[in-house]
Protein backbone atom coordinates (compact mmCIF):
# COMPACT_ATOMS: atom_id res chain seq x y z
CA UNK A 1 0.00 0.00 0.00
CA UNK A 2 1.37 3.12 -0.75
CA UNK A 3 -0.14 6.31 1.57
CA UNK A 4 0.67 9.02 -0.35
CA UNK A 5 1.35 9.63 -3.69
CA UNK A 6 4.60 8.90 -6.10
CA UNK A 7 5.47 9.54 -8.94
CA UNK A 8 5.21 7.26 -11.20
CA UNK A 9 8.07 7.07 -14.24
CA UNK A 10 6.82 6.31 -18.05
CA UNK A 11 8.81 4.75 -21.01
CA UNK A 12 10.72 6.92 -22.96
CA UNK A 13 9.73 11.17 -22.71
CA UNK A 14 6.41 10.78 -24.05
CA UNK A 15 3.58 12.91 -22.34
CA UNK A 16 0.56 11.36 -20.76
CA UNK A 17 -2.48 11.98 -22.78
CA UNK A 18 -5.21 9.62 -21.06
CA UNK A 19 -5.18 7.68 -17.99
CA UNK A 20 -8.29 4.91 -16.66
CA UNK A 21 -8.45 2.54 -13.87
CA UNK A 22 -10.27 -0.68 -13.55
CA UNK A 23 -10.41 -3.39 -11.44
CA UNK A 24 -6.63 -3.38 -10.12
CA UNK A 25 -5.12 -1.80 -12.99
CA UNK A 26 -4.62 0.65 -14.52
CA UNK A 27 -4.13 2.06 -18.74
CA UNK A 28 -1.97 4.97 -19.97
CA UNK A 29 -1.86 7.05 -22.88
CA UNK A 30 1.09 8.68 -24.33
CA UNK A 31 1.27 11.15 -27.02
CA UNK A 32 -1.81 10.11 -28.12
CA UNK A 33 -0.19 6.85 -30.18
CA UNK A 34 1.55 4.62 -27.41
CA UNK A 35 -1.04 2.61 -24.90
CA UNK A 36 0.41 1.04 -22.07
CA UNK A 37 -0.56 -1.00 -18.92
CA UNK A 38 0.26 -1.94 -15.42
CA UNK A 39 -1.56 -3.97 -12.45
CA UNK A 40 -3.82 -7.60 -12.79
CA UNK A 41 -4.12 -9.60 -15.93
CA UNK A 42 -5.77 -12.64 -15.04
CA UNK A 43 -8.76 -11.89 -17.85
CA UNK A 44 -6.05 -9.75 -20.03
CA UNK A 45 -6.97 -6.79 -18.81
CA UNK A 46 -3.36 -5.86 -19.63
CA UNK A 47 -3.85 -6.15 -23.40
CA UNK A 48 -0.52 -8.19 -23.77
CA UNK A 49 -1.91 -11.07 -25.72
CA UNK A 50 -1.51 -13.32 -22.76
CA UNK A 51 -3.38 -14.23 -19.58
CA UNK A 52 -1.33 -14.01 -16.48
CA UNK A 53 -2.61 -14.96 -12.66
CA UNK A 54 0.58 -12.32 -11.84
CA UNK A 55 0.32 -8.76 -11.64
CA UNK A 56 2.66 -6.20 -13.56
CA UNK A 57 4.27 -3.59 -11.40
CA UNK A 58 5.77 -2.08 -14.20
CA UNK A 59 4.07 -0.27 -17.10
CA UNK A 60 4.09 -2.57 -20.31
CA UNK A 61 3.18 -1.82 -24.03
CA UNK A 62 -0.20 -2.17 -25.61
CA UNK A 63 0.22 -4.28 -29.07
CA UNK A 64 -2.18 -1.85 -31.79
CA UNK A 65 -2.48 -3.00 -35.36
CA UNK A 66 -0.92 -0.08 -36.72
CA UNK A 67 1.48 2.84 -35.15
CA UNK A 68 -0.61 5.30 -36.68
CA UNK A 69 -3.73 4.69 -34.08
CA UNK A 70 -4.20 7.77 -32.22
CA UNK A 71 -6.41 7.41 -29.25
CA UNK A 72 -8.89 9.94 -28.51
CA UNK A 73 -9.33 8.64 -24.79
CA UNK A 74 -9.05 5.54 -22.56
CA UNK A 75 -11.60 4.42 -20.24
CA UNK A 76 -11.94 1.19 -18.29
CA UNK A 77 -14.41 -1.41 -16.81
CA UNK A 78 -13.65 -3.91 -13.78
CA UNK A 79 -11.25 -6.05 -16.24
CA UNK A 80 -12.01 -4.46 -19.71
CA UNK A 81 -10.76 -1.25 -21.69
CA UNK A 82 -11.72 0.69 -24.12
CA UNK A 83 -9.40 2.93 -26.42
CA UNK A 84 -11.68 4.86 -28.85
CA UNK A 85 -9.80 6.48 -31.59
CA UNK A 86 -9.61 8.82 -33.77
CA UNK A 87 -11.90 8.62 -37.01
CA UNK A 88 -14.32 6.53 -34.88
CA UNK A 89 -12.63 2.95 -34.60
CA UNK A 90 -12.18 1.75 -31.07
CA UNK A 91 -9.41 -0.81 -29.26
CA UNK A 92 -11.31 -3.26 -27.16
CA UNK A 93 -9.20 -5.91 -25.07
CA UNK A 94 -9.91 -7.84 -21.79
CA UNK A 95 -12.69 -9.94 -19.93
CA UNK A 96 -15.50 -10.95 -22.40
CA UNK A 97 -17.07 -13.62 -20.39
CA UNK A 98 -20.61 -10.72 -20.28
CA UNK A 99 -19.76 -9.19 -23.82
CA UNK A 100 -17.28 -6.38 -23.01
CA UNK A 101 -16.09 -6.28 -26.55
CA UNK A 102 -19.24 -5.53 -28.27
CA UNK A 103 -19.61 -8.22 -30.12
CA UNK A 104 -22.73 -9.71 -28.85
CA UNK A 105 -21.41 -12.74 -27.99
CA UNK A 106 -19.46 -13.92 -24.93
CA UNK A 107 -16.01 -15.70 -24.96
CA UNK A 108 -12.67 -16.13 -23.22
CA UNK A 109 -10.31 -15.72 -26.85
CA UNK A 110 -9.80 -12.23 -26.92
CA UNK A 111 -7.10 -11.20 -24.93
CA UNK A 112 -5.37 -8.90 -26.83
CA UNK A 113 -6.25 -5.21 -28.06
CA UNK A 114 -7.73 -5.97 -30.43
CA UNK A 115 -9.23 -3.10 -33.22
CA UNK A 116 -13.36 -2.88 -32.88
CA UNK A 117 -15.01 -1.73 -35.90
CA UNK A 118 -17.29 0.55 -34.33
CA UNK A 119 -16.89 3.52 -36.56
CA UNK A 120 -20.84 3.87 -36.35
CA UNK A 121 -19.86 5.45 -32.90
CA UNK A 122 -18.69 8.66 -34.26
CA UNK A 123 -15.19 10.53 -34.50
CA UNK A 124 -16.66 11.95 -30.89
CA UNK A 125 -18.36 9.94 -29.11
CA UNK A 126 -18.20 9.59 -25.50
CA UNK A 127 -18.41 6.29 -23.52
CA UNK A 128 -18.41 5.44 -19.94
CA UNK A 129 -17.32 2.04 -18.88
CA UNK A 130 -18.04 0.40 -15.50
CA UNK A 131 -18.34 -3.34 -13.88
CA UNK A 132 -18.43 -5.58 -16.94
CA UNK A 133 -20.31 -3.01 -19.43
CA UNK A 134 -20.02 0.23 -21.61
CA UNK A 135 -22.34 2.96 -22.60
CA UNK A 136 -21.59 5.37 -25.53
CA UNK A 137 -23.04 8.44 -27.01
CA UNK A 138 -22.98 8.96 -30.59
CA UNK A 139 -22.08 12.05 -32.64
CA UNK A 140 -25.68 12.08 -32.85
CA UNK A 141 -27.15 11.97 -29.40
CA UNK A 142 -28.14 8.49 -29.55
CA UNK A 143 -27.21 5.99 -26.94
CA UNK A 144 -26.03 2.69 -27.38
CA UNK A 145 -24.60 0.01 -24.49
CA UNK A 146 -23.56 -3.18 -24.54
CA UNK A 147 -21.87 -6.17 -21.97
CA UNK A 148 -24.07 -6.59 -18.78
CA UNK A 149 -26.22 -4.30 -16.90
CA UNK A 150 -28.69 -5.59 -14.33
CA UNK A 151 -27.12 -9.11 -15.23
CA UNK A 152 -28.79 -9.16 -18.86
CA UNK A 153 -26.16 -9.63 -21.43
CA UNK A 154 -26.38 -7.52 -24.38
CA UNK A 155 -24.61 -6.52 -27.81
CA UNK A 156 -24.73 -3.21 -28.78
CA UNK A 157 -28.17 -2.28 -27.89
CA UNK A 158 -29.69 1.03 -29.08
CA UNK A 159 -31.49 2.64 -25.57
CA UNK A 160 -34.80 4.90 -26.86
CA UNK A 161 -34.44 7.99 -24.83
CA UNK A 162 -37.28 10.94 -25.81
CA UNK A 163 -33.67 13.43 -26.40
CA UNK A 164 -30.77 12.86 -27.19
CA UNK A 165 -28.19 12.90 -24.42
CA UNK A 166 -24.95 14.90 -23.98
CA UNK A 167 -23.44 12.99 -20.74
CA UNK A 168 -22.99 9.71 -19.74
CA UNK A 169 -21.95 8.03 -16.73
CA UNK A 170 -21.85 4.16 -15.38
CA UNK A 171 -21.97 2.84 -11.72
CA UNK A 172 -21.38 -1.03 -11.26
CA UNK A 173 -24.81 -2.00 -12.43
CA UNK A 174 -26.56 0.88 -13.48
CA UNK A 175 -26.73 4.29 -15.45
CA UNK A 176 -27.30 7.69 -16.21
CA UNK A 177 -27.71 10.18 -18.92
CA UNK A 178 -28.11 13.85 -18.97
CA UNK A 179 -30.32 15.06 -22.06
CA UNK A 180 -29.81 18.03 -23.88
CA UNK A 181 -32.67 19.84 -21.83
CA UNK A 182 -31.30 18.80 -18.53
CA UNK A 183 -33.03 15.94 -17.35
CA UNK A 184 -32.07 12.84 -15.96
CA UNK A 185 -32.76 9.25 -17.03
CA UNK A 186 -30.98 6.29 -15.31
CA UNK A 187 -32.05 2.46 -15.63
CA UNK A 188 -29.90 -0.82 -14.12
CA UNK A 189 -30.33 -1.95 -10.71
CA UNK A 190 -31.55 -0.10 -8.12
CA UNK A 191 -31.13 -2.12 -4.58
CA UNK A 192 -29.02 1.02 -3.52
CA UNK A 193 -31.77 3.73 -4.62
CA UNK A 194 -28.73 4.40 -7.00
CA UNK A 195 -31.45 5.03 -10.19
CA UNK A 196 -32.94 7.83 -7.87
CA UNK A 197 -36.51 7.00 -7.93
CA UNK A 198 -39.10 4.62 -5.79
CA UNK A 199 -39.03 1.03 -6.90
CA UNK A 200 -37.38 -1.98 -8.38
CA UNK A 201 -34.48 -2.35 -10.66
CA UNK A 202 -35.65 -1.28 -14.63
CA UNK A 203 -34.33 -1.91 -17.65
CA UNK A 204 -35.26 0.47 -19.83
CA UNK A 205 -34.58 4.19 -18.50
CA UNK A 206 -36.64 6.22 -15.81
CA UNK A 207 -37.29 9.93 -15.34
CA UNK A 208 -35.00 11.05 -12.38
CA UNK A 209 -37.33 13.65 -10.36
CA UNK A 210 -34.81 16.87 -9.95
CA UNK A 211 -35.14 20.21 -8.62
CA UNK A 212 -33.79 22.59 -10.90
CA UNK A 213 -31.75 22.23 -14.28
CA UNK A 214 -28.95 19.40 -14.58
CA UNK A 215 -25.54 20.61 -15.79
CA UNK A 216 -23.18 17.02 -14.77
CA UNK A 217 -23.30 13.84 -13.11
CA UNK A 218 -21.59 11.33 -12.44
CA UNK A 219 -21.65 7.31 -10.96
CA UNK A 220 -20.06 5.31 -7.71
CA UNK A 221 -20.12 2.04 -7.36
CA UNK A 222 -23.91 2.44 -6.33
CA UNK A 223 -24.48 5.72 -6.38
CA UNK A 224 -25.62 8.86 -8.53
CA UNK A 225 -24.80 12.25 -7.50
CA UNK A 226 -25.64 15.12 -10.42
CA UNK A 227 -24.97 19.33 -10.36
CA UNK A 228 -28.08 21.24 -10.61
CA UNK A 229 -27.43 24.87 -10.36
CA UNK A 230 -25.52 25.50 -7.30
CA UNK A 231 -26.77 22.52 -5.99
CA UNK A 232 -24.85 18.48 -5.34
CA UNK A 233 -27.49 16.45 -5.37
CA UNK A 234 -26.58 12.82 -4.44
CA UNK A 235 -29.40 10.15 -5.17
CA UNK A 236 -28.85 7.64 -2.16
CA UNK A 237 -30.86 4.88 -0.38
CA UNK A 238 -34.27 4.43 -1.11
CA UNK A 239 -34.29 6.48 -3.98
CA UNK A 240 -34.76 9.82 -2.28
CA UNK A 241 -33.01 13.15 -3.80
CA UNK A 242 -30.68 14.52 -0.86
CA UNK A 243 -29.80 17.93 -1.16
CA UNK A 244 -26.35 17.35 0.76
CA UNK A 245 -23.82 20.05 -0.46
CA UNK A 246 -24.31 23.83 -1.70
CA UNK A 247 -21.59 26.31 -3.26
CA UNK A 248 -21.86 29.96 -4.41
CA UNK A 249 -20.56 28.85 -7.80
Known sequence: MVASPVLVSVPGSGCVTGVACGHYFTVVVLDRTQVYSCGANANG???????DNRSSTRLNQVPTPSPDCRVRSVHCGDEFAVALLDGGGALIWGDN?????GEGNQHDGLHTASARHATWLGKNARIACSGAQATAIRDDGQVWQWGTVN?????P????LPRKAVQVACGEAH??????????MT???????ELGVEGDSSDTPVLVGMPSHVTAIACGAHFTAAVAG????FLSTHGLLQITAACSR
Open 187 to 193: WGTNKNG
Open 151 to 155: WAICG
Open 157 to 160: TLVE
Open 175 to 184: VAVLLENGNV
Open 230 to 233: VVLS
Open 45 to 51: QLGLGIV
Open 97 to 101: YRGQH
